[in-house]
């Protein structure tokens, strides 16, 4: 059973900047696709980030060069860099990972894995 494990996060003015990480364990497939999602109350699930284990890295549109994954990163790792951060980007923001079917997707139900959250809140 994989499991993720989420930290960072937390509270800063408009144009600050955080640091997510995600470690998953209990996976043992070359093949995945690790992925930060964001939630805010009474909207969907919208993709942030995907990482897959080839090593592409593909960023929501909305991140406008403001978000940055960590090209070092080991295996089954992701740390997602959180700069200039607004006011609406206040959100709970999960890590989700995929096996076997490639990184193609911003789909939140084709993401077997979650992590529990991490609240993310930017004050103008």
């Known amino acids: 059973q994989v499991h993720l494990v989420e930290s960072g996060g937390g509270a800063v003015q408009a144009g600050g900047s955080l640091r997510l990480s995600c470690v998953a364990s209990g996976s043992t497939h070359s093949d995945y696709c690790m992925a930060w999602f964001r939630q805010v109350p009474g909207k969907e699930r919208e993709g942030v980030v995907r990482v897959g284990s080839s090593g592409s890295i593909v960023y929501a549109e909305f991140v406008e060069g403001r978000f940055t994954v960590n090209k070092d990163n080991p295996k089954y790792t992701v740390e997602l860099q959180l700069n200039s951060l607004k006011p609406e980007d206040t959100a709970m923001y999960y890590c989700?990972?995929?096996?076997?079917?490639?990184?193609?997707?911003?789909?939140?139900?084709?993401?077997?894995?979650w992590g529990q959250g991490t609240q993310v809140t930017v004050s103008s």
């Open positions: 989700a990972m995929r096996e076997y079917y490639g990184c193609s997707s911003w789909r939140y139900g084709d993401y077997a894995y």
